[in-house]
């Protein structure tokens, strides 16, 4: 049985550096996942097979990331009932905005819950917020991962008052 509870999937190789954040997020939050390269276009059967399958192999929430004709998160969520959360991977002819655009424009009843242009380290934390709901030790996990977040925010506010603006940016080029 497939010990992996979350499916990293992307549409070419190319998207792996920003695929590799989901990954990087997940590890993290100690949280089992697989990686696969399936394309909406180029590998249809394979993409739909994997879709179809990924309850059954114990999955419970699949991250989908793809650029320009980023179809490849509403293929799979058309064929799922488990959540997809796609991710639009910024492209060089449009920045991303027709991936980003292909995926929230999903029609009625084939949800995509979408994050933002290359946005792969959120789109593990929310995977990670759904995962959650019915395990207390990973709520405990993410809960410290926000204080650290918090914490970060009050240092660096701290320092601005200590430096004042000129002093934190001159800082911070350096």
């Known amino acids: ?14 998207d792996l550096p920003i695929m590799a954040r989901a990954a990087a997020m997940l590890d993290r939050f100690q949280i089992p996942y697989e990686v696969r390269i399936l394309s909406a276009h180029r ?74 242009i290359d946005g792969a380290t959120n789109a593990a934390i929310l995977a990670a917020q759904i995962l959650a709901v019915h395990n207390d030790a990973l709520q405990e996990r993410l809960a410290a991962y926000k204080q650290e977040l918090a914490q ?8 601005l008052a200590q430096l004042g603006i000129e002093g934190y940016l001159g800082e911070e080029k350096k």
């Not at 049985?1 to 190319?14: F, K, P, R, T």
């Not at 249809?44 to 989908?64: E, M």
């Not at 970060?152 to 320092?159: H, I, L, T």
């Open 1 to 14: 049985m497939n010990l992996a509870h979350v499916g990293i999937v992307m549409g070419s190789d190319s």
């Open 43 to 116: 590998s249809p059967d394979a993409a739909l097979d994997y879709a179809r399958n990924a309850a059954g192999r114990g999955l419970k929430v699949i991250i989908a990331g793809a650029g320009g004709a980023a179809h490849l998160a509403g293929v799979l969520a058309a064929v799922t009932t488990l959540p997809v959360i796609g991710v639009p991977i910024r492209t060089a002819a449009l920045g991303g905005v027709d991936s980003l655009y292909a995926m929230v424009q999903m029609p009625r009843g084939i949800p995509v819950a979408t994050v933002a």
């Open 152 to 159: 970060e925010v009050a240092v660096k506010d701290a320092r």
